[in-house]
């Protein structure tokens, strides 16, 4: 079983300083795990995922996330926030190869303040 | 540009009325998964497909909803009869073999009344 914990409903930075969303996850199996972002009114879209390969993993819009298994962790960072990344942050976790479902955590809110 | 496509986009709907969302998944993938959003849930997960057969509807209250995979290019999720607590945005994604990630659609904003 999966199951993904993000710390922190709400988020907020200033423009231009460090974003850090935390994301830790259970998995009984070998995890693949995701970052979505979700803008308003829309669905989601797909920023960067790890599938067993580099554990730093760099995705778009500058956003990237290091797996450390040794503490079932994935966080999200960005070195440098834009206003333009105001949206909410979901962590996912499925079962690595063709096995699981994609289970979600609750999502952390993103604000970005001028 | 291949993507979910979702239909309708909004819906609203009488308490007791038959709600049916339709889901295009994208050409090619094999796994389809149907999610509500709501403020207090979040997302959840309903049920999800693969190869068109059901894996796992533990997430879906069974005496009202029910999904399908007509064929390949379909996936519907029903409601009957809807209720005010189903009022959610209903997601469709789609992924390829492998499970390396979901595509999303734009989501079905479903008002009871």
């Known amino acids: 079983a999966q199951s993904v914990t993000q710390l922190g409903s709400h988020v907020s930075v200033s423009e231009g300083a460090l974003v850090l969303l935390r994301c830790n996850y259970s998995s009984s199996v070998p995890p693949y795990l995701f970052w979505y972002v979700q803008y308003p009114n829309q669905g989601l879209q797909l920023l960067l995922k790890y599938t067993s390969a580099a554990t730093l993993v760099k995705g778009i819009n500058g956003f990237e996330a290091e797996f450390k298994k040794s503490e079932t962790s994935f966080h999200l960072t960005k070195p440098s926030a834009h206003m333009s990344d105001a949206a909410e942050y979901f962590c996912a976790v499925s079962g690595s190869g063709n096995t699981g479902k994609l289970i979600f955590g609750q999502g952390t809110t993103l604000q970005v303040k001028p | 540009d291949a993507r979910v496509t979702q239909t309708p986009r909004h819906k609203v709907t009488e308490m007791g009325q038959e709600v049916t969302m339709r889901c295009q998944p994208i050409?090619?993938?094999?796994?389809v998964f149907w999610y509500r959003q709501t403020m207090m849930q979040g997302l959840e997960l309903l049920a999800y497909f693969r190869n068109r057969a059901p894996l796992d509807d533990s997430g879906m209250p069974k005496d009202r909803f029910s999904a399908e995979m007509p064929d390949a290019t379909l996936a519907t999720l029903k409601i009957q009869p809807s209720e005010p607590r189903d009022s959610a945005v209903y997601f469709c994604a789609s992924g390829p073999r492998g499970n390396t990630e979901a595509f999303f659609g734009q989501g079905t904003r479903l008002t009871v009344v």
């Open positions: 050409l090619g993938h094999n796994t």
